[in-house]
């Protein structure tokens, strides 16, 4: 039953080890979006 328990465990740590990955990544996609339309409205580098 240990054994059971300990996979259920890493299993759902490494289901929110991997969403959080997503999330930190989220704003930081966002912001390139946001960075390239600026660049693309107001002609910057």
Known sequence: MEEVMDK????????????FEEYIKHPENENKKTRALLRELFGGN
Request: no cysteine.
């Open 8 to 19: 259920a465990v890493k299993a759902v740590r490494e289901a929110s080890r991997r969403e």
